[in-house]
C-alpha cells in the first residue's frame, strides 16, 4: 500500500494500480487510494469497472459489492448502487450487511415500499436473533404521515409475503390502530403459521387488551418453528404471571 502510494506521489499510476492489483480492495485505505489514482488520473470511473471485475472473480464476498455501491454513490450513481446490491442479494440473500446497505440507499429515496419487500425477504433468511433492516424502515416511514396510511390501506387479503404483513402489523402498532395490527400480523401467520416474530407480536398485542386465553393459544410452539427461540416460552411465563396476579 505504502510503494503505491509512492507511486501516486510520482504520478505513476498504471504502476500504482499494477501494485495494489493483488491487495484485497475491501480494505478501506485501499479502496480510499484506488480512488484518488483513478480520480487524479482523469477516469475515476475506471475504478468502478475493476471492482466489478473482482466481483466476477469472487461473486459470493459481500465486502466487494459493499465496496462498488460506495463507489457508485460517491460518483453520484445511487440507482446503479442499489442494482449491484440487489443482484447479489439474488444470489446471496442471506447476506445481512448488503440487505441493510440497500434498504438504506431505498430509504434515502423514500421509496418505503422497496425497502418494505427488502426487508420482508430477509426475514426469511436472517438468523431469530439477527437485527433487520424492518426496524429501520418503521422508525423511518412513521414519519411520513401520507405514507403510513397509504401502507396501512393495503388490502390485508392481498399481502402475499409473511414478512410484508409482519412489518405491515409492527408499522400500525405506532399509530395505535389495534384493528390493522390483528388484521396484518393473523395474516402473517395465515401465510407462515411457524413465524415467531409474528406469533409473539400478536401475542403481546393481544396481552395489551387483556385477553389472555387468546394471547395463550397464539403463544403455542407450532411443530415447523425454531426450537431454539425462546420468545414464545417468555411470553407464555408472562401470561401465567399476569393470570396469577388476577386469581
Given at each position: 500500500l505504502r510503494y503505491a502510494a509512492l507511486?501516486?506521489?510520482?504520478?505513476?499510476?498504471?504502476?500504482a494500480l499494477a501494485a495494489l492489483r493483488?491487495?484485497?480492495?475491501?480494505?478501506?485505505?485501499?479502496?480510499?487510494?484506488?480512488?484518488?489514482?483513478?480520480?487524479?488520473?482523469?477516469?475515476?470511473?475506471?475504478?468502478?469497472?475493476?471492482?466489478?471485475?473482482?466481483?466476477?472473480?469472487?461473486?459470493?464476498?459481500?465486502?466487494?459489492?459493499?465496496?462498488?455501491?460506495?463507489?457508485?454513490?460517491?460518483?453520484?450513481?445511487?440507482d446503479e448502487a442499489a442494482s449491484?446490491?440487489?443482484?447479489?442479494?439474488?444470489?446471496?440473500?442471506?447476506?445481512?450487511?448488503?440487505?441493510?446497505?440497500?434498504?438504506?440507499?431505498l430509504m434515502a429515496r423514500s421509496a418505503w415500499e422497496k425497502v418494505l419487500q427488502v426487508c420482508a425477504e430477509g426475514l426469511s433468511t436472517s438468523?431469530?436473533?439477527?437485527?433487520?433492516?424492518?426496524?429501520?424502515?418503521?422508525e423511518a416511514v412513521r414519519r411520513d404521515d401520507a405514507s403510513v396510511k397509504r401502507l396501512l390501506s393495503r388490502d390485508v387479503t392481498k399481502v402475499k409475503?409473511?414478512?410484508?404483513?409482519?412489518?405491515?402489523?409492527?408499522?400500525?402498532?405506532?399509530?395505535?390502530?389495534?384493528a390493522s395490527i390483528e388484521?396484518?400480523?393473523?395474516?402473517?401467520?395465515?401465510?407462515?403459521?411457524?413465524?415467531?416474530p409474528a406469533r409473539v407480536a400478536l401475542g403481546r398485542q393481544l396481552f395489551r387488551q387483556y385477553r389472555y386465553v387468546d394471547a395463550m393459544e397464539i403463544a403455542g410452539r407450532p411443530p415447523d418453528s425454531d426450537p431454539e427461540d425462546a420468545r414464545l416460552e417468555l411470553l407464555q411465563a408472562d401470561i401465567l404471571d399476569r393470570l396469577d396476579d388476577t386469581d
Open positions: 507511486l501516486q506521489r510520482a504520478k505513476a499510476y498504471d504502476e493483488s491487495v484485497p480492495a475491501t480494505d478501506p485505505d485501499v479502496l480510499a487510494l484506488l480512488f484518488e489514482i483513478h480520480r487524479e488520473a482523469g477516469h475515476p470511473e475506471k475504478i468502478v469497472d475493476e471492482l466489478r471485475a473482482r466481483v466476477v472473480q469472487d461473486g459470493r464476498d459481500a465486502t466487494l459489492v459493499l465496496s462498488l455501491a460506495d463507489v457508485l454513490v460517491r460518483l453520484n450513481r445511487p449491484e446490491l440487489e443482484t447479489f442479494l439474488a444470489k446471496s440473500p442471506e447476506s445481512s450487511a448488503v440487505r441493510e446497505k440497500l434498504s438504506a440507499l438468523a431469530p436473533n439477527r437485527p433487520d433492516c424492518g426496524a429501520q424502515w418503521i409475503n409473511a414478512g410484508e404483513a409482519y412489518l405491515l402489523g409492527s408499522l400500525a402498532a405506532t399509530t395505535g390502530n389495534g388484521a396484518f400480523l393473523r395474516r402473517s401467520l395465515e401465510l407462515r403459521p411457524g413465524f415467531i
